[in-house]
T-cell receptor, first 115, second 113 residues
Framework: EAGVVQSPRYKIIEKKQPVAFWCNPI?????LYWYRQNLGQGPELLIR????????DSQLPKDRFSAERLKGVDSTLKIQPAELGDSAVYLC?????????????FGPGTRLTVL | GNSVTQMEGPVTLSEEAFLTINCTYT??????LFWYVQYPGEGLQLLLK?????DKGSNKGFEATYRKETTSFHLEKGSVQVSDSAVYFC????????????FGAGTRLAVHP
């Protein structure tokens, strides 16, 4: 069974440019998460989807970040415009449901460098 | 708010040494506790979990016991291998956040032959 797929794996852009990350969750997983992992820190949740609905986006900086999950499968996270402080690894995860005992499976992440 | 504190790394050990990585948490109620591992170039993988007080999670020779009285979930392994070299993250599941994971900062483990 394929795991969570993310692309690109690496992205280098100049500040003020837009950037987008793509995530394909494990087949059948209704819940999808985007996390940001700053260097030397643990991941922090940005947004959680139940199917196509964003049910927790309280940590998403909405002035420059946006996300969508059309048809409740793939998801895209966008930053526009990017700032130097956005350099981090962006992780996507999925789980069967939102219950506390549903294991979250993580993708390899996209490492973003903003110059 | 809920939080997780891990011992700082890196932790450097020789092969077959005993490993302990300390983890303490702050939470209201009784969250589930997890250890995730991140091998170089790979995504985070669930290593083990415990869902209630006094539960012991175990996997691949690693163990951790949910200690409510000390709010701790220390990771241990009796004999580490070079292949255990990775970054280890302690996490709790925020009961109010429906499976929202709150992670510690991670502890890098380097095992030398």
């Amino acid at each position: 069974e394929a795991g969570v797929v993310q692309s690109p794996r690496y992205k280098i852009i100049e500040k003020k440019q837009p950037v987008a990350f793509w995530c394909n969750p494990i087949s059948g997983h209704n819940t999808l998460y985007w996390y940001r992992q700053n260097l030397g820190q643990g991941p922090e949740l940005l947004i959680r989807y139940e199917n196509e609905e964003a049910v927790d986006d309280s940590q998403l900086p909405k002035d420059r970040f946006s996300a969508e999950r059309l048809k409740g499968v793939d998801s895209t996270l966008k930053i526009q415009p990017a700032e130097l402080g956005d350099s981090a690894v962006y992780l996507c995860a999925s789980s069967l449901g939102q219950g506390n005992y549903n294991e979250q499976f993580f993708g390899p992440g996209t490492r973003l460098t903003v110059l | 708010g809920n939080s997780v504190t891990q011992m700082e790394g890196p932790v450097t050990l020789s092969e077959e040494a005993f490993l302990t990585i300390n983890c303490t948490y702050t939470a209201t109620g009784y969250p589930s506790l997890f250890w995730y591992v991140q091998y170089p170039g790979e995504g985070l993988q669930l290593l083990l979990k415990a869902t209630k007080a006094d539960d012991k999670g175990s996997n691949k020779g690693f163990e951790a016991t949910y200690r409510k009285e000390t709010t701790s979930f220390h990771l241990e392994k009796g004999s580490v291998q070079v292949s255990d070299s990775a970054v280890y993250f302690c996490a709790l599941s925020d009961l109010g956040g429906y499976n929202k994971l709150i992670f510690g900062a991670g502890t890098r483990l380097a095992v030398h032959p």
